[in-house]
Structures are given as structure tokens and as C-alpha cells.
């Protein structure tokens, strides 16, 4: 019996895939096979591993007999050139899985060996390989007609990744490549991948003086002044949205007994995760997650139907033991706080519920300008709860999700261990894709907690939680936007969002008073009375992405005025200070999206350049 292609397939298959049969993909996927050749031309008996095609591009793993230089790099881009000038076509040759096994090992191509073994034993099984010029490459396909078909390309990078990505196997050399159908295409690429090292959260946290990072606590941000100041405005936002929504704010421990672990499964499921410690004779964990401790709030009260639903807004501190050797910043931390939601409610109330839910997240990410897409994840194969749980907990979250009328697409494999969830995703401005949001409906912890409510007739019912956080924790998603707005935030995140600058010495004591006005309406305003010349102070607020700057001179103090220049480059003059006041607060309170340079390069965010 041949294998279907969307039939359940095993990894082995999973990587003898080429990829969907998007023309992108499968141009990516051929400069795979063009770079695989010169790599073997330039060091021949090169063992090859994968080289799929991914987002942006393609890669190649291969084990080398030493380590790749960027000289190495060039020469096999010059070498992948030849073979687009010579126009090579690909061909598909078929072979009996035992004639494949013994080309390839013939060839010394362990690894390839090791992939067609795992497939299935199976006499219809023919095993397809892919030839252009003299390099033959098992391969599924499909590719473009001939090597002449790649449009512009470049090598970008080489890295170690173990084969199948497993530390106990040989450490292969990743080369990382990318190829587009026109140059322009290609340039863009280019430069969205130069900002990205421009933006670099890290960098920009700071150089703006926002967070550091320090190997005293790794994997942990220290919030300095001013990143405090944006975490607290995301937060003020992220707390009206919930405080709209019917939710009141809860807060439990960070060290809890194994006890409580135990209960919710965590302890079995989650340890690897949780920081346990010894609490004199009992053993506790830092909290990873908030939900079984805001469950004993719930089970505090007797509830009734009447109560339901209870809807909880839990910022507590969470602790999660992550691997502190990779350097992602706020990407990956050990100590984080999210904005996490928990509702109890009743089951003719999920509809609604999610429907709260898929609306909070909309208006939430509204101000940033942010389209969210969602992703319904369903059952993983390590989970809780029985094949008839998963069904009727995946069909509601479905029909509630197209009751919304939201566009989603499935995840299969992708849910939380203890119920299916809706994941939601961002676009941020240079087309990098980021999961944000989770909602997650559970059946599980309800029951491992024997959770209930009085129902109208009098007897005992159980209720259902709703799992949601919608930034995520605040470090991800300030380290997202950091790199999205390129450090200069609108003018209600920005931590500084007025500079006072006198020209001279005489005038600050009315800079001071614009200040005052400015903080009275609770804006956040410095004064810059260094004894530095205005435009070196002009040209640090602009280096600070500092998003209003006041100038004020004879004519400003004597006419109560200011002269305002924005980080974009407008300016004005003799601005009335109550009528300057008064429009930055209502930008500011109703979160504008502003200052906001239209750069003109679909970047839309203003990147504050000069
Ligand atoms: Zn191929
Ligand atoms: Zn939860």
C-alpha cells in the first residue's frame, strides 16, 4: 500500500518532505539541493543531514570535517552561482527502498541511511532522489524545472544543530540561505534583517535606559525608572480592559506545597519547569502558573448559579525554571507576570465567555495597531482526560470560536496538556509573526479540584474555567514591542513623553511650569536644564525617541506659549500652553497612535531615525 501523502506520517517522512508546494517554498527548497552541492564540491565526503525549505528561506545541515569560516560561506555562494548559469534541470530518479539503502551507504551518507530506514518496510514503497548536474539528493520534491529557476539568493549564516535535534547525537553545521523571486524582494529581506539587529530589544533596553539584564539572576530583567513606567501603562491598559470585561483582581502566593502540584498535575506533568524547594519539612514550588491557587479562592464560598461567572484577574509574580545558556532576553525569562484571567462560569455560558474573551483581546491590542489572527489548538499526545473529554471540549471551543465569526485555522497537537485552547497571533512591523494571547477552555482542573456551584433546582454542578492571559507575560510582550516600534513608543507608552528644554537659563523656571502643567494632567515630563546647548539637547531627546520636544524661549514665557517639535520632525510655534496640555492629554489617554511616522516603506512604526 503506497503512503498518501496527507496520510499520518512519521518523522522520517515529516523530513523527507520538501515542504508544501508553494512556488516560494519549492524555489527555497531547490537552493537547498544547489547549496548541498557545492558544499560536497568544495568539501567532498560531506555527510548530508536535512534541508528543508522555512520561512524566509532555507537551510542545510551537514557534518564537515571543520568548522565553517565566512570565506567558506562565499566560496559556496560562488559556487551556487555557477550552477544557476549553467541552467542544470532536476531530474527524479526512483529506487527499491533496499537499492536506495545501498546507494546511499555506498555513498557514505549515514544520515540519509538512517532517514530511509525509518521508513516504512513496504514492497510499494519506491524511494524517490532528485539529480541536477552530478549531485543526486533523496528528495520527495517537488523543485523547480532547473537550478537557471532560482531567482536571487544569499547565504546568511552557519550554526551547530544536532542531528534531529538531539544533544546526544553528532553536532552537524547549519547553513542558513535565502532566496526570493526579484532582487528587490531579496533587498527587503535584507534590510528588515539589519533592522532586526538595529531593534534588538536588548540593545535598545538599554541604550533608552528602559531593563538590563544581569548574570546576578539569569534569565531575569532588572526594570529600570522608565521601563517601569512603560510596564505600568500596558498594565493600566491590560487592567481597564479586564476591570470592562466584569473582572475583579486576586492575588495568591508564590511558594505553594507540593500538596497543591500534586492535585492540579502539575507536579507530575509540569516539574521539569517548577523551582521546588525545601520549606523547612515540606516541599514547595515557585509558582509557575497562578491557576490551581486562584481555584482555592473560588472554593473559598459556597457559589451558586447566580455567581457564575466569576471572572479573576491574577498579575501575580510567576517563576519558571528555564534553561538560562540561550541569550533571547525577554523572550525566554525565568521570572515573569502575566496578565492572567480565570473564569469559572457555567456551560450554557462558554459561548459567551469566549466570545468576552475573543473581543477583550481585539479591543487590547487596538491601540498598537495590531491585527490578531487565531490558531485552535487541539489535543497533544501527553495529556489528561479521556478521547470523549477532548472531543466535547474541542467542539465547544470550535463552535464557539465560529459562533464569533473570527477566522481561525487548526493546530493540531498544539494544546495545553489539560484542555484545547485558542491561540492568538501578531504581525509586528517587520512581518515577524508572535503568539500573544491563549484561551484556553478546561474541564480538567474544575474536576481534579471537585469544583462545583448550586445549581437553580438545588443540586450540585460543576463548573467550567476559562484560561486566558492576552499580552502574555508583560517581559515577552514589552521585548516585542521594544523591537516593533524600534524603541520609539507612542506617545501614552513612551516613559518619557515630554522634554522641556529652555534656551537659556533665565527660561527654566517656566520650563518648569510647563512641566507642572504637563504632569498635573498626569502626563510624564522632564525639564533638560543641563548647561548644554539646545540643539545637543534637541539631539538627545531625539536619541532617546523621546516623542514631544518644547522649546521654550522670551517669546513662549511672555505669551504663556511653548514652541513644540515632535521626534518625526513637525514643529510648531507659540503653542498656548492650556491648548498644548489639553491635546497631549487626550492623545495620551486615548492611546493614539502617535507620533507616527508614515515611513513610506510599509514599516509603518516610527522608527525615530533623524
Ligand atoms: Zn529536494
Ligand atoms: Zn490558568
Known amino acids: 500500500m503506497a503512503v498518501e501523502p496527507d496520510a499520518e506520517r512519521s518523522a522520517a517522512q515529516e523530513l523527507l518532505d520538501a515542504g508544501a508546494h508553494d512556488p516560494l517554498d519549492t524555489m527555497r527548497h531547490s537552493a537547498a539541493h544547489v547549496m548541498a552541492a557545492a558544499v560536497l564540491d568544495l568539501f567532498p565526503g560531506a555527510k548530508l543531514g536535512i534541508g ?57 551518507q549515514d544520515y540519509k541511511v538512517e532517514i530511509v530506514r525509518e521508513l516504512p518496510d513496504d514492497d510499494a514503497q519506491v524511494i524517490s532522489f532528485y539529480r541536477h548536474g552530478t549531485f543526486n539528493d533523496l528528495c520527495r520534491g517537488p523543485h523547480v ?45 535584507l534590510w528588515r534583517m539589519e533592522e532586526a539587529k538595529k531593534r534588538d530589544h536588548r540593545r535598545l533596553g538599554r541604550d533608552l535606559d528602559l531593563f ?77 502558573m497562578n491557576c490551581p491557587e486562584d481555584i482555592l479562592i473560588y472554593k473559598t464560598r459556597s457559589r451558586s448559579y447566580r455567581d457564575l461567572p466569576l471572572r479573576f484577574a491574577d498579575y501575580s509574580v510567576l517563576m519558571r525554571k528555564e534553561l538560562t545558556g540561550a541569550l533571547s532576553g525577554m523572550f525566554r525569562v525565568r521570572q515573569l507576570v502575566q496578565d492572567d484571567s480565570h473564569v469559572f462560569c457555567r456551560e450554557d455560558q462558554i459561548a459567551a465567555e469566549i466570545d468576552l474573551a475573543l473581543s ?37 471551543l470550535r463552535d464557539a470560536v465560529e459562533a464569533n465569526g473570527v477566522p481561525y485555522t487548526l493546530d493540531p497537537g498544539g494544546a495545553a496538556f489539560y484542555a484545547p485552547k485558542i491561540d492568538v497571533f501578531i504581525e509586528d512591523a517587520l512581518g515577524r509573526e508572535w503568539q500573544l494571547a491563549t484561551i484556553q477552555l478546561d474541564y480538567q482542573l474544575p474536576q481534579r479540584f471537585d469544583l462545583e456551584y448550586r445549581a437553580a433546582d438545588g443540586g450540585f454542578e460543576r463548573p467550567v474555567m476559562i484560561h486566558y492571559a492576552i499580552f502574555g507575560s508583560f517581559e515577552r510582550f514589552i521585548g516585542i514591542l521594544t523591537e516593533h516600534y524600534a524603541g520609539a513608543f507612542p506617545l501614552w507608552l513612551a516613559p518619557v513623553q515630554v522634554v522641556v528644554v529652555p534656551i537659556a537659563d533665565r527660561h527654566i523656571e517656566y520650563a518648569g511650569r510647563v512641566r507642572d502643567a504637563l504632569a ?80 513610506g516603506d510599509g514599516l509603518g512604526a516610527d522608527t525615530g531615525a533623524a
Request: proline residues 7%; negative net charge.
Open 212 to 288: 538590563t539584564f544581569h548574570p546576578e539572576s539569569p534569565a531575569a530583567p532588572f526594570w529600570h525608572p522608565k521601563g517601569m513606567a512603560l510596564y505600568r501603562a500596558l498594565e493600566a491598559w491590560s487592567l481597564e480592559v479586564r476591570r470592562d470585561g466584569g473582572f475583579a483582581e486576586v492575588r495568591a502566593p508564590t511558594l505553594v506545597r507540593k500538596e497543591l502540584w500534586e492535585q492540579s498535575g502539575h507536579w507530575d506533568l509540569y516539574q521539569d519547569n517548577m523551582f521546588v524547594l525545601d520549606d523547612y519539612d515540606h516541599q514547595s514550588g515557585m509558582k509557575p
Open 145 to 189: 524545472p532547473s537550478t537557471g529557476r532560482l531567482g536571487p539568493f544569499k547565504l546568511l549564516s552557519s550554526a551547530g544543530a544536532y542531528w534531529r535535534g538531539d544533544e546526544h547525537r553528532p553536532m552537524l553545521q547549519r547553513i542558513y540561505g535565502t532566496v526570493w523571486e526579484s532582487a528587490d524582494d531579496l533587498d527587503r529581506y
Open 520 to 599: 498635573a494632567v498626569g502626563l510624564r515630563a522632564e525639564v533638560d536644564d543641563r548647561s548644554e546647548r539646545m540643539q545637543a539637547k534637541l539631539r538627545d531627546a531625539q536619541e532617546q525617541k523621546i516623542p514631544v520636544m518644547v522649546v521654550v524661549g522670551d517669546r513662549d514665557q511672555e505669551a504663556g506659549a511653548v514652541s513644540p517639535r515632535l521626534r518625526t520632525g513637525e514643529a510648531a510655534q507659540g503653542v498656548p500652553l492650556d491648548a498644548f496640555v489639553a491635546d497631549l492629554r487626550g492623545r495620551s489617554e486615548s492611546r493614539e497612535l502617535w507620533p507616527y511616522a508614515d515611513t
Open 52 to 108: 528543508p525549505a522555512i520561512r524566509d528561506g532555507f537551510y542545510y545541515d551537514f557534518d564537515l570535517p571543520r568548522a565553517l569560516t565566512p570565506a567558506d560561506l562565499e566560496a559556496i555562494e560562488a559556487k551556487m552561482g555557477e550552477q544557476v548559469s549553467a541552467d542544470l534541470p532536476f531530474e527524479r530518479t526512483e529506487l527499491e527502498r533496499d537499492a536506495a539503502l545501498a546507494q546511499l551507504a555506498a555513498e557514505g
Open 360 to 396: 477583550l483581546v481585539q479591543r487590547q491590542y487596538a491601540p498598537f495597531g495590531f491585527q490578531p489572527t487565531f490558531k485552535l489548538a487541539t489535543r497533544p499526545e501527553k495529556r489528561l482526560g479521556s478521547d470523549e473529554f477532548w472531543d466535547m471540549a474541542e467542539g465547544r
